[in-house]
T-cell receptor, first 116, second 115 residues
Framework: AQKVTQAQTEISVVEKEDVTLDCVYETRDTTYYLFWYKQPPSGELVFLIRRNSFDEQNEISGRYSWNFQKSTSSFNFTITASQVVDSAVYFCALRGRNQGAQKLVFGQGTRLTINP | DSGVTQTPKHLITATGQRVTLRCSPRSGDLSVYWYQQSLDQGLQFLIQYYNGEERAKGNILERFSAQQFPDLHSELNLSSLELGDSALYFC??????????????FGPGTRLTVL
């Protein structure tokens, strides 16, 4: 069975601090896909990134960066120089490739609060 | 804006009633997914359709049913509603779930309150 664990329930930092959100996953699939979604206070789920299991390159997009390590089954998300607009609940998710495994399995989410 | 639309945005109803939630996928997307977000269960997968056919089921209650129509929009029907069904219901769509580059994009959700 697939499982995603986000051990940090809530994080609160002051603006401009760097913050890392942890994500650990479990799967028996050799091919799988990892995702991060953002849920701002307005409630919608916004796609941030997808990473394939065979691509361990880290990715940077502006102030956002992602560190994928298969050896530790982790896919962590770092926000550099955080801003108040980054306040949201962030979800890590996992899906398989085959039919029947294409649903997203979500972690419990990390509520991030950026204080001015 | 993800391109996925859901109606209604809010729904308040009473126990025992039946409601229908509607979802229109992004243009060109063949697959639709329904998820339920509640405080105690988090985000849970309910059901997936692909080009009109049911493809996968999660822990969807027997009181719940869904379908995807020829124009690819989908409806989720919830009947004999209970207080515990109060939640945010999301629809997501994706172009081709058999491809590794596939990504699910979510609609704004329907917030259901059962009184």
């Amino acid at each position: 069975a697939q499982k995603v664990t986000q051990a940090q329930t809530e994080i609160s930092v002051v603006e401009k601090e760097d913050v890392t959100l942890d994500c650990v996953y479990e799967t028996r699939d050799t091919t799988y896909y990892l995702f991060w979604y953002k849920q701002p206070p307005s409630g919608e789920l916004v796609f941030l990134i997808r990473r394939n299991s065979f691509d361990e390159q880290n990715e940077i997009s502006g102030r956002y960066s992602w560190n994928f390590q298969k050896s530790t089954s982790s896919f962590n998300f770092t926000i550099t120089a955080s801003q108040v607009v980054d306040s949201a609940v962030y979800f890590c998710a996992l899906r398989g490739r085959n039919q029947g495994a294409q649903k997203l399995v979500f972690g419990q989410g990390t509520r991030l609060t950026i204080n001015p | 804006d993800s391109g996925v639309t859901q109606t209604p945005k809010h729904l308040i109803t009473a126990t025992g009633q039946r409601v229908t939630l509607r979802c229109s996928p992004r243009s060109g997307d063949l697959s639709v997914y329904w998820y339920q977000q509640s405080l105690d269960q988090g985000l849970q997968f309910l059901i997936q359709y692909y080009n009109g056919e049911e493809r996968a089921k999660g822990n969807i209650l027997e009181r719940f049913s869904a379908q995807q129509f020829p124009d690819l929009h989908s409806e989720l029907n919830l009947s004999s509603l209970e207080l515990g069904d109060s939640a945010l219901y999301f629809c997501a769509s994706s172009a081709d779930p058999d491809r590794g580059t596939d990504t699910q994009y979510f609609g704004p959700g329907t917030r259901l309150t059962v009184l």
